[in-house]
């Protein structure tokens, strides 16, 4: 179907950009044309992105070489047959020469192509070739639909390493062509600088693509931004970021490991900036300059959020790492300061959310499992980084869950699916209330997935407080040890696939080598 967008349309817009020289890779590809290097002209450094797609908006994103005016037209047909231009945004130095557009009343259930370039701000004769992006909004009627999701890129000090291919899982996820991806966070690993090289566990060498800006742990807001553009230098995820749309979550890697506000890395030499929470500003900041993320009027900088995708389809975004109180021992017998982790805006958000919504199924998008154990001091295991504090009764931060769960329970919310990373390797768990030590809940599923481009570790100890049962697990062996390099395979992703005449809801765990490892096929209960 074509449909005429109107020109008065489309027009709320952001601009976002460090006055770093963009080193550019070859941009090759389906709809990649050559990027020109004359030095007049402006250049696109790291391709383009879309995200945060609803059914009658989206979030677009491109970075020129230096101040520039970017230019976009936006059209239902690759052909581009009336397109609309789009009102410019001027890219400049304070933000680092990157753009956003926030694209408002598109038509629902629509395939939309957008078009970039950057002209010269003197004359505007000079300008970027074009890149050209996709995206599908979301169906207003029931329709099949595909989305995928994962975590953790770059981590581990595992770079782009073009021998190897570079960042192939996203190239396998490509190829699926899924409706949007969910990113469920470590989308960077600022506190991981990359070596030149690195020694595998089997002897080889590991050769790392390096920047100034990833040779040390990220500090200054240049060095934050600097970890999202090393991995816009892999050819896989620009392609990726080209046809697919994303929505963002973050962890603790886009600041550093374990983080929590207030913290003080008085221990760490590495770091001559001891305060978290300013390193969390900078941080926050880069993360939505350098991805198509919708700014929020009511809260700057705030991550979680919820969209409708059709019927069918609702999904909420948490942040289990903004709100939270100190990593500590996490045993509280009763809620109180110390036992935050989701928050209590954030909790009764996604109250009154799932409460509200119409869709058959409810994603519920975690950056972090919830009967896994993760410890922030790991050595001694003294400390938690996660909910899960062990086995028996609900204690610390797990207070927060038994409160969400028995909500979702006593309001007859159906169809709640868990989503999640975080741990650097795949699971299936169904969590049964008849296996639990907390028991007034109703039975629910949650997968995990990653890492998308990092070291693979696991398998983590299970927290019986709410029942997990562990119905498949992939992660490296005893003989193969921990941090696995990419190219030992263990990379995965996971699909949803969700039929249109019947509602089930298909789940596939996949690896980089695009083999299937595990499906379960979930049916809707509708009262």
């Known amino acids: 179907m074509s449909f005429r967008l109107s020109r008065r349309k489309f027009l709320t817009t952001t601009a976002s950009v460090t006055a770093t020289a963009g080193a550019a890779s070859a941009m090759g590809g389906f709809f990649m044309p050559s990027i020109s290097r004359a030095a007049d002209r402006p250049m696109i450094t790291h391709g383009v992105q879309s995200g945060d797609v609803t059914a009658n908006s989206a979030c677009i994103w491109g970075r020129a070489d230096r101040a520039s005016r970017m230019i976009t037209e936006i059209a239902t047909t690759e052909n581009f047959s009336r397109s609309v231009r789009i009102p410019h945004v001027d890219v400049l130095p304070e933000r680092d020469f990157a753009g956003k557009l926030a694209l408002n009343d598109l038509p629902a259930g629509q395939d939309v192509f957008y078009k970039i370039h950057f002209e010269n701000l003197d004359d505007g004769r000079a300008s970027s070739e074009s890149v050209i992006g996709h995206f599908r909004t979301a169906p207003a009627a029931k329709r099949n639909i595909r989305f995928g999701w994962s975590g953790d890129t770059a981590g581990q000090g595992w770079g782009i390493d073009e021998d190897r291919g570079g960042m192939k899982t996203y190239a396998t996820i490509t190829k699926h062509n899924p409706d949007f991806f969910i990113h469920s966070g470590d989308t960077i690993y600022a506190d ?292 696995l390099p990419p190219s030992f395979g263990l990379q995965f992703f996971g699909l949803v696939d969700i039929d249109a005449e019947n509602e089930q809801f298909r789940v596939s765990l996949r690896d980089v080598a695009d083999e299937e490892l595990y499906t379960v096929t979930l049916d809707p209960v509708y009262s």
């Open 192 to 483: 991981g600088p990359f070596a030149e090289q690195a020694k595998m566990p089997d002897g080889d060498i590991w050769k790392n693509i390096t920047t100034e800006d990833t040779g040390k742990v990220a500090e200054t807001l240049a060095e934050f931004r600097g970890n999202y553009k090393y991995n816009m230098l892999d050819k896989n995820v620009r392609e990726f970021n080209r046809l697919i749309p994303v929505y963002y979550q973050w962890d603790d890697h886009e600041v550093t490991n374990n983080w929590y506000p207030g913290e003080m890395l008085t221990g760490d030499d590495r770091y001559s900036e001891k305060s978290v929470s300013l390193l969390a500003a900078r941080a926050n900041r880069a993360f939505r300059e350098m991805l198509p993320i919708t700014e929020h009027a009511s809260e700057p900088g705030r991550v979680y959020r919820k969209v409708s995708y059709g019927p069918s389809l609702e999904i909420f975004f948490l942040d289990m790492r903004t709100y939270r109180a100190a990593n500590d021992a996490n045993n509280s017998p009763e809620p109180n300061d110390k036992t935050t982790f989701l928050g209590r805006e954030q909790i009764e958000w996604l109250k009154r959310s799932l409460l509200n919504s119409k869709a058959t199924w409810k994603v519920i998008a975690a950056d972090m499992p919830i009967g896994m154990i993760v410890y922030d001091d790991w050595k001694n295991k003294s400390t938690f980084e996660n909910l899960a504090n062990g086995d028996g009764a609900p204690a610390g931060r797990e207070l927060e869950i038994v409160e969400l769960l028995r909500f979702i329970k006593s309001a007859r919310i159906l169809n709640t699916v868990w989503l999640t990373a975080d741990v650097h390797y795949t699971a299936a768990h169904y969590y049964d209330p008849n296996k639990a030590r907390f028991q007034d809940f109703d039975p629910f599923w949650e997968f995990v997935s990653g890492p998308l481009h990092a070291g693979t570790f696991g398998p983590n100890d299970m927290d019986n407080t709410f029942g997990p049962q562990v119905m498949f697990t992939k992660h490296p062996t005893e003989e193969q040890g921990v941090n």
